[in-house]
């Protein structure tokens, strides 16, 4: 059974900056579910040897150098790429875990839920984590990152000693693991873009509107926040001091009028083979793709006229 704990706390520890305890919560939450969810991908996708198991990466860097990291996740008091904090525990730096709680399934989220971070139905016990109280991060705003066996431990300070934590007991994330892609020819840089849609289409609008809800102020709406996407994007993920790259290149992603593998189609000349309010990107293979037509089978079969005009106008500008 999957456990996921949201826990926010405090410790005695001294730091030079301040970000509200609000918004402290409203971004290190984004940040910790954005980690988990590319953290979660590296599990299931990395390729290894028969017989081997399932793995989370050893620490953060391993994950930065994996294709699986495509959303760069910033210290909000610093500015820069998020540190791991070097913490090895020690025997008597752990404790068992009574009660923890089950996120709630998708259908139920809405702002204020959001905001909450936990459900309050309470499962069973679980394995022994590291206490925060014995954590001594050196600067605000960075990571400690901690995983043994089926277990995962993320955790985000502030300045004045409370942190935000998200625990599992066994591997489990909804988003990542309901990514499958309809055709198999565009093999891992079309599973790359299909993944990093996920999060932007269907997880940032979320994270935006529980950040207004918690703030009081701004669109708590996620359907609303969805459709302001393409124009908005980046000015909504650097509000949670995070970047999405482009998964293939590694570099900022970008709306781009010239293919683009990896980048967000916007073409003009693409406007007559595309649906308004759908967000395209440039996919392996030349072509052009909306997170739908890669990953719902049914949207894919009833499209393939489309795909068919689509591609022929992609495959005409590369010929120039």
């Known amino acids: 059974m999957a456990i996921i704990t949201f826990t926010i706390s405090l410790i005695p520890v001294e730091f030079a900056q301040s970000i509200s305890p609000e918004e402290f919560r409203a971004i290190a939450q984004a940040q910790l579910e954005t980690l988990h969810y590319q953290l979660h991908l590296y599990l299931k996708k990395t390729v290894r040897p028969a017989g ?31 540190q791991q904090i070097a913490f090895k525990p020690s025997p008597d730096d752990y404790y068992a875990v009574e009660t923890t709680f089950l996120p709630q399934p998708p259908h139920q989220r809405t702002p204020e839920t959001l905001a909450q971070g936990l459900s309050l139905e309470m499962v069973g016990e679980s394995p022994k984590k590291v206490d925060p109280t014995k954590i001594v991060p050196q600067r605000a705003g960075d990571l400690f990152y901690y995983t043994e066996g089926d277990s995962l431990q993320l955790v985000i300070f502030d300045d004045t000693g409370h942190w935000l934590e998200l625990y599992l007991k066994t591997p489990h994330n909804f988003r990542a693991d309901s990514i499958k892609l309809v055709e198999t020819t565009g093999g891992l840089n079309n599973f790359l873009i299909s993944a990093l849609a996920t999060h932007l289409e269907l997880m940032l609008p979320s994270m935006i509107a529980r950040r207004n809800f918690i703030l009081g102020r701004g669109e708590t709406s996620a359907s609303i926040i969805k459709g302001q996407l393409l124009s908005n994007f980046t000015r909504f993920s650097q509000s949670l001091y995070l970047l999405y790259l482009n998964p293939i290149r590694k570099s900022e992603l970008v709306k781009s009028e010239r293919v683009s593998l990896g980048d ?8 007559p083979v595309t649906r308004a309010g759908e967000i395209y ?40």
């Open 52 to 82: 081997e198991r399932q793995r989370y990466p050893v620490d953060l860097e391993q994950l930065r150098n994996s294709p699986f990291y495509f959303i760069e996740v910033f210290n909000m008091y610093t500015g820069e790429p998020i």
């Open 264 to 271: 967000i189609a916007i073409a003009d000349w693409l406007k």
């Open 281 to 320: 990107y440039f996919t392996e293979g030349g072509k052009v793709r909306s997170l739908l037509e890669l990953t719902d089978k049914d949207v894919f079969l009833t499209r393939r006229a489309e795909f068919q005009k689509r591609d022929a106008v992609v495959k005409k500008m590369l010929q120039g």
